[in-house]
């Protein structure tokens, strides 16, 4: 139990918007998934919502093997838990339901397998009651869309063992989430109980006519929550106290504090208000279908999450591990020792890096901007530099390479969601200068490449980031460079290759 073992098998019990959102995150993780739902029609659904959802989790990363064919509908939960090395329970929240549904889980599936159930709110140790070894049995719960949102809580019933609890974390860590262990098992555990307070004061604003949903919504958007990705609400609070911090801010708003200003009871949910608060949220949906919206909402969350990966932030310091991840779990993307040109086992170029054009990274026309393209292609310097093994690891040891001299060459333009796929060719490399030169190119229908939409040529120096000064290059990623180097020697020059900008007299 204390192990994950690479080539699992998961098995989702209840498949709507949870169970759903917990099959992509591991399809794309690269692992099989078992699935049951009593519902009829279920199969179908969930097969849909996984290709709904799945360029966003191409966006995010796909581990190699992820593949959303990998996933096998069974009949009953009996045979599903005779099946699997993993289950997560995603029933609807109600303890009639899931106990007796996890039991019978319990009773049909290994000592050894974990049974986490998705419950936002319940308690592990009602949930645990009665179940064949319970010490297996705790609470992995998700935020929606899970195939996005890395946070998942981990909590303990009272059976629960510690090896459980080991593994799980083991579990979701290696689905690149982040597990929070909740150390004292209360209802609602954490983040239910800070959104619930927020819902239930939205509840009574509407419900007392103060605000709209539309109003009670930009009371967040445009402040509080751009702050929440990064920072929560306690470091932010402490920065709102000027040089004292927290104790200053307590000091001057205790006495609001104090004040009944917000109300812990939720209002009756009377059939007026729920009317009320389904009418501002349609409104506010101005006609687009939940599937527009959740592509919209899928977008904003990677933009937001790639925006704090340079700061080592939040969610941004998990979009930089899945990039190392996936690129680690990789085959054939770096370079070793033996892969000379004469045994042809270096592409001449190399292709490494393929993507789509993202949201954010075109402009009003939906065309790429033009500083885009330079961050694309920084991206796939990325590969290169994992491929010939300069990584986190080596950055921190202090060696890296910084850019110094650029030329671009725009040909022509590229459109949202358009497939790219670029080459690197080496031009040359001494002890500390490496010359290179990378394509961009668009992939047609048939998966071949197609036009070539810009090139760069960039000149590199390596720096020891200690001194700040150029260090030669360590001795693994100059082996592989000389190799690649080697096998790059017979390519032509790109006619782009040196040029130099001018109007001829
Ligand atoms: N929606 C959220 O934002 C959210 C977030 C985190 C956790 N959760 C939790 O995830 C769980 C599922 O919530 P959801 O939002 O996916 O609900 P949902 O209604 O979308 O899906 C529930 C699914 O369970 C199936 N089901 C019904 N009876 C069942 C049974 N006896 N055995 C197995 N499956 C059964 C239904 O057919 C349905 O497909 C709940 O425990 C919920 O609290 C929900």
Not at 95 to 117: D, F, N
Not at 270 to 281: K, N, Q, R, S, Y
Not at 286 to 298: K, T, Y
Not at 428 to 442: E, N, Q, T, W
Request: hydrophobic share 45%; charged share 20%; with cysteine.
């Amino acid at each position: 139990m204390d192990t994950v073992a690479g080539g699992r098998t998961v098995g989702m019990v209840g498949t709507g918007v949870i169970g759903a959102g917990w099959a992509v995150r591991t399809l794309a993780r690269g692992l099989d998934v078992v699935a049951w739902d009593p519902a009829s029609g279920a199969e179908a659904r969930l097969r849909a919502a996984v290709q709904r959802a799945w360029p966003s989790a191409t966006k995010l990363g796909l581990f190699p093997g992820a593949d959303p064919t990998r996933l096998t509908w069974v009949d009953t939960a009996e045979e599903l838990a005779g099946r699997v090395d993993w289950i997560q329970e995603s029933a609807p929240e109600n303890e009639t339901v899931k106990r007796p549904l996890i039991q019978t889980l319990a009773a049909h599936s290994g000592p050894e397998v974990v049974i986490a159930s998705s419950s936002s709110g319940l308690l592990p140790t009602n949930l645990q009651e009665g179940c064949k070894h319970p010490e297996r049995i705790l609470i992995g719960h998700p935020f929606n869309p899970v195939y996005l949102l890395p946070l998942v809580e981990v909590v303990a019933g009272e059976q629960t063992s510690e090896a459980a609890m080991d593994a799980a974390v083991a579990h979701y860590d290696d689905l690149v989430m982040h597990p929070l262990v909740v150390r004292n098992e209360i209802e609602g555990y954490l983040s239910d109980r800070l959104q619930e307070a927020l819902w239930r004061e939205v509840l009574h604003l509407v419900n007392d006519g103060v605000a709209t949903t539309r109003e009670l919504d930009d009371a967040i958007n445009y402040g509080p929550g751009l702050r929440w990705a990064g920072m929560g609400t306690n470091l932010t609070f402490h920065l709102a106290g000027g040089e004292q911090g927290m104790r200053h801010m307590l000091r001057q708003f205790g006495p609001a504090l104090k004040l009944p200003w917000t109300k812990l009871e939720a209002p009756e949910l009377t059939d007026d208000l729920i009317e009320a608060m389904a009418d501002g949220c349609e409104e506010q949906a101005e006609g687009r279908s939940i599937a527009e919206l959740e592509r919209l909402r899928d977008d904003y969350v990677i933009s937001v999450m790639r925006s704090l990966r340079p700061l080592d932030l939040g969610a941004g310091r998990l979009i930089a591990e899945r990039e190392a991840r996936i690129h680690e779990a990789g085959s054939g993307s770096r370079w070793t020792a033996g892969d000379d040109a004469e045994n042809h086992l270096v592409a001449a170029p190399l292709a490494l890096y393929e993507t789509v054009v993202e949201p954010d990274w075109v402009d009003y026309n939906g065309h790429m901007s033009e500083w885009a393209f330079l961050t694309a292609f920084g991206w796939a310097s990325d590969k290169l530099f994992r491929y010939i093994g300069i990584d986190e690891g080596y950055r921190a040891a202090g060696h890296t390479f910084f850019t110094v001299e650029t030329h671009l060459n725009y040909v022509k333009e590229a459109s949202l969601g358009e497939p790219l796929r670029f080459t690197t060719q080496i031009l040359g490399v001494d002890s500390k200068r490496l010359h290179f030169f990378h394509a961009m190119y668009l992939v047609d229908e048939a998966g071949a490449i197609g036009d070539l939409l810009c090139t760069t040529e960039q000149m590199l120096l390596h720096v020891d980031t200690g001194t700040g000064s150029t260090a030669p290059i360590l001795d693994g990623p100059a082996a592989a460079l000389a190799a690649v180097a080697g096998a790059h020697a017979d390519l032509p020059v790109p006619p782009q290759v040196g040029r130099v900008m001018r109007i001829p007299a």
